[in-house]
């Protein structure tokens, strides 16, 4: 009886995990983890359950999706690639090569370039997707991170670290159109609907620049500081702006929250505790839940949009980096 039993959980577990037999899930929630080498996946119909450990290559940090959804792009960082995972086989099929120290990557609209910031060789690179091979490569500042290609893939983005610049990048010839003083430590961008405006997080500063994207200069700052905390505890990394381009969500970092931002009137609308070291954010498709990754809790948290309160928290790998949805 009792093997009976084992066999019937079994059969309903696989029912349950993403996989060959789940070829058509949608909804899924995957997100890297650095330090544990992983991929962690939950389901928000089994109440954001962990339903699957998919094994990476080293240091995953960022991700994308190809055009099918089916394969997920992962910049891993030790092992100086861009992994390639097939979620319905639940592992690592392939991978991109020779991809120095990658930290952020994008894109292009087409899928025929990717664009790859290179820590520790100060420069982006352009990658052939069908040869594979690197075709262009750009000097940046020190410590290149985040990366945004702009409509009609005509710039390509970059934020410096170590150098306090944004350089903007023609997306056809690859040459530098403009080095772009911002606050201390620029890591990630959102530009919002219209085009008109690219929002760069400065780590160190406690603020984000709103950079004007046909002047391009900074023409705005909007700064931070949750209650119950020093300025320099205030850390913003990741951030978006929703489709109507009326609100922002900024991960500010060891602060712990993510700041809610009226983006017309440049207010923060809400701090909405999240949990330790809070970093990469996502929103679902209509937008009525944001996932954001704690780096130093190993956790995720769940944010409903429309009440702006922390719902739950799901335990996930060590160094959670970034957030993908599979819809």
Known sequence: MANRWTAVALALTALLLPGPGRAGAQ??????????????????????RLVATIEACGRPRDMEWDPTK????????????????????????????????????EFDHAFKRLFVSNEEDAALSVVDLESREVIAWVETGEEPEGVLVTPGDRQIWVTSEASNLVHVIDGETYEVLADIPVGTRPRRFAMTPDGREVWVSAELAGRVDIISTETLEVIDSIAFLPRGFRPEQVTPVDLLITRDGKRAYVALGRANHVAVVDVEKRQVIKYILAGNRVWGLTLTKDEKILYAANGLSDDVSIIDTETLTNIKSVPVGQIPYKVLIRE
């Not at 910049?75 to 120095?100: F, L, R, T």
């Open 27 to 48: 909804g899924l929630v995957y997100v890297s983890n650095e330090k544990s080498d992983t991929i962690s996946v939950l389901d928000p119909a089994q109440d954001h």
């Open 70 to 105: 089916r394969f997920l792009y992962v910049a891993c960082a030790d092992d100086n690639e861009i992994g390639i995972i097939d979620v319905e086989k639940g592992e690592q099929v392939d991978a991109i090569p020779y991809i120095e120290e990658p930290e952020a990557f």
